[in-house]
């Protein structure tokens, strides 16, 4: 057993830092931890499809106890305003550094990796536990910068919602049904810089540590990721702009295949949050860092893959 990371296990106090151009997370995870006005979800919020999955969930089983998202900081002050009346923030700040004092742990609600280090670096030096939302970096400078604060005892935390999807948690290391794993196909919309890593962490708990190396064929709009694994299997990828979110992951064996497709976004994300929770009560990481480290080598080797003529880049 662990010891918690934060004083009051019981009323731990959330700082959230938002937010990027196509990315509500602010609104939606503030609201995942807090409940939310649904007349100002409706009326305010700018993500339809947040306000489509939020609205389905009863009201009196959304939150989540014992934790709060007290502060709010936005680049633009509006979405930090809007966001703390919709999801009911009581505090807007200035700058981030303002938290420092007034939460327990903070929450980095943005999806540009490459940020992530100049966003983080107050809240280590103050000696905060942090949650960083996918990717954590997209360089190998920034990762290098990441796994020194952690190795220096530094409480960081990322992942991708897809690690909690429901649909796909009874193939994590459980896949015997199907022989011997030969390949993995995984579709994703967008960009491989933001969202390549959804598909990297949905893939990852099915095979576990063991990345080879990777190939990225495309270009930045049309990205075509071949990587391999040390037990034989090969994944593919298509990370493609207009694409849309959601295909299913389809799983090939020497005995059998599966089609899985997710569909439950408020719950692995409230599962995603729950994780960085459970992990300031208990000290306890729901997984460990190298895991972290290694889906980071592969969104920079697909980068560098991708920009390099297309070689190969070993793992």
């Known amino acids: 057993m662990g010891n918690p990371l934060v004083k009051?296990?019981?009323?731990?106090?959330?700082?959230?830092?938002?937010?990027?151009?196509?990315?509500?997370h602010p609104f939606s995870w503030s609201a995942i931890i807090n409940n939310y006005n649904r007349q100002a979800m409706e009326n305010d919020c700018p993500y339809a499809g947040i306000v489509a999955y939020m609205g389905k969930e009863p009201e009196a089983e959304i939150g989540i106890p014992g934790a709060e998202v007290t502060h709010v900081f936005c680049n633009d002050r509006a979405d930090a305003e809007c966001v703390a009346k919709v999801s009911k923030v009581g505090h807007v700040v200035d700058s981030p550094e303002e938290m420092i004092g007034h939460v327990d742990a903070v929450v980095i609600a943005t999806d540009i990796g490459s940020e992530h280090v100049d966003r983080a670096r107050p809240f280590v030096e103050a000696g905060l536990p942090i949650f960083i939302d996918k990717p954590l970096c997209d360089?190998?400078?920034?990762l290098d910068t990441f796994t020194g604060w952690v190795e220096n005892g530094a409480k960081i935390l990322s992942s991708s919602s897809m690690r909690y999807c429901k649909e796909f948690r009874p193939y994590h290391r459980r896949t015997n049904e199907l022989g011997a794993l030969r390949h993995i196909f995984m579709p994703m919309a967008k960009y491989w810089e933001t969202y390549g890593i959804h598909a990297l962490e949905a893939v990852y708990p099915i095979l576990g540590p063991g990345f080879v190396s990777i190939r990225n064929t495309g270009d930045a709009e049309h990205n075509m990721v071949h990587i391999r694994h040390r037990n034989g299997c090969e994944v593919t990828i298509a990370c493609i702009k207009d694409m849309i979110y959601g295909g299913p992951?389809?799983?090939g064996g020497t005995a059998g295949h599966k089609v899985l497709a997710s569909g439950d976004t408020y719950q692995a994300f409230r599962d995603q949050l729950l994780a960085f929770v459970n992990y300031l009560r208990t000290g306890e990481r729901p997984f460990d860092f190298a895991e972290t480290h290694e889906l980071m080598r592969l969104v920079i080797g697909g980068i560098e893959s991708r920009n390099n003529d297309h070689q190969e880049v070993m793992i």
Do not use: A, E, K, Q
């Open 249 to 251: 992951m389809v799983l």
């Open 139 to 142: 360089n190998r400078r920034d």
């Open 8 to 24: 009051d296990p019981g009323n731990i106090r959330l700082g959230m830092i938002g937010m990027t151009s196509g990315n509500g």
